[in-house]
């Protein structure tokens, strides 16, 4: 008989962990191992209980998560699922710093909350903690440090689109830590996030980042150095003049925003000056996307097996023999400046 996952449920409000609790309870391959009230408590319990993830909170007394997920991955590594208020969104996002996995809001009565919050954690459960991946190499910093002299003039003609899922928010921190304030291309990114989430993610990716980090808005014109997340409300797209559009979401649509439409629209408005790149994330949205961007002559890339939290939609991307480079998280900012710095050499070269 499979054993069952191992919970440790951290919140400092009785209400919400005797919530969680019981919610947890009710699935058969779900133990709730033990309950904490506060970090220092989250700390001895991972290291007498050894659970198979927890689900943390961040404002607590005594001790709050921000430290307790430090303490705890540097001393004992399990996974950690952030379950926290719209409205701590920012803060919660900065834990995953910390070495948190992901971040989920905390669930309601609804059906579709709790059907979700439990798919995360037995997803997350079985992920085996990558602590060594934390921050920009020194070769991805020398690469950045080689194009620090760009000028905002200084522009290629490419784009770079990024499709993202599970283990995402971590993955483009290290991805876009990496690159240059001038960085000579716009980036754009469709990150599988919950609704309302997608400020908080942002602010916190900007903070991490020399390169602008900010929200798609309707009709904004595309400009170098600056990466545009689309809002998980409606699906972005890119049209031919370089503008932001926006398809809105249908009743059906299981993944939002939409990876596939975001890169689909890059590939027609940008052909063979497209850079596909696909992260960490379960399923294959996407794959239909950087495929299109390979087909129209662009150059594809997707995150290797072992730095990935989930190795789903770089997989199913491979599979399809579309990708022209597979690299670790840590290694794919250095290929985009490659690419870009190539692209910008063969501008002056032509016109010399």
């Known amino acids: 008989m499979k054993s069952r996952i191992k919970v440790l449920v951290v919140d400092d409000s009785d209400f919400v ?9 009710e699935d058969d391959e779900i133990e709730v191992a033990g ?3 506060n970090g220092m408590e989250a700390c001895e319990k991972v290291k007498s209980l050894k659970p198979d993830i ?3 909170d961040i404002e607590m007394p005594e001790m709050n998560g921000m430290d307790a997920i430090e303490r705890i991955m540097s001393n004992y590594a399990v ?9 701590d969104a920012a803060t919660a996002y900065s834990a995953v710093s910390k070495g948190a996995l992901e971040v989920v809001v905390k669930p309601d009565l609804s059906t579709v909350d709790s059907g979700e919050f439990i798919r995360k954690v037995k997803l997350l459960a079985g992920i085996k903690v990558i602590t060594h991946i934390s921050a920009a190499t020194v070769e991805s ?8 002299i760009l000028k905002p003039s200084d522009e290629s ?8 899922s599970t283990g995402g928010p971590k993955a483009l921190s290290i991805l876009l830590s990496a690159l240059p304030e001038f960085f000579p291309c716009p980036i754009v990114v469709a990150q599988h996030i919950p609704d309302e989430f997608i400020q908080g993610m942002t602010e916190w990716l900007d903070t991490c980042a020399s390169i602008r980090v900010k929200t798609g808005v309707e009709g904004e014109i595309l400009q170098s150095g600056t990466v545009y997340v689309s809002p998980s409300e409606k699906h972005m797209k890119v049209n031919r003049l370089g503008r932001i559009a926006f398809e809105d979401r249908k009743w059906n649509d299981i993944f939002f925003p939409s ?13 063979g000056n497209a850079i596909g790149v696909i992260l960490t994330g379960m399923g294959d949205d996407g794959v239909i996307g950087i495929k299109a961007i390979k087909d129209a002559g662009g150059f594809t890339i997707a995150q290797n097996e072992d730095t990935s939290v989930i190795y789903g939609m770089p997989k199913a991307a491979v599979e399809t023999h579309c990708i022209d480079a597979v690299l670790p998280i840590d290694q794919i900012s250095v290929k985009l400046i490659s690419l870009n710095a190539r692209a910008k050499a063969g501008v002056l070269a032509g016109t010399a």
């Open 17 to 25: 962990r005797s919530f969680l609790v019981d919610l947890l309870a």
């Open 35 to 37: 309950e904490a009230r």
């Open 54 to 56: 927890v689900t943390m």
């Open 79 to 87: 996974p950690i699922l952030v379950v926290t208020s719209k409205s």
């Open 141 to 148: 910093r020398e690469s950045a440090k080689a194009l620090s």
């Open 157 to 164: 003609n490419k784009i770079v689109a990024i499709a993202s």
């Open 259 to 271: 990876c596939n439409v975001l890169l689909k629209s890059v590939a027609e408005a940008y052909g």
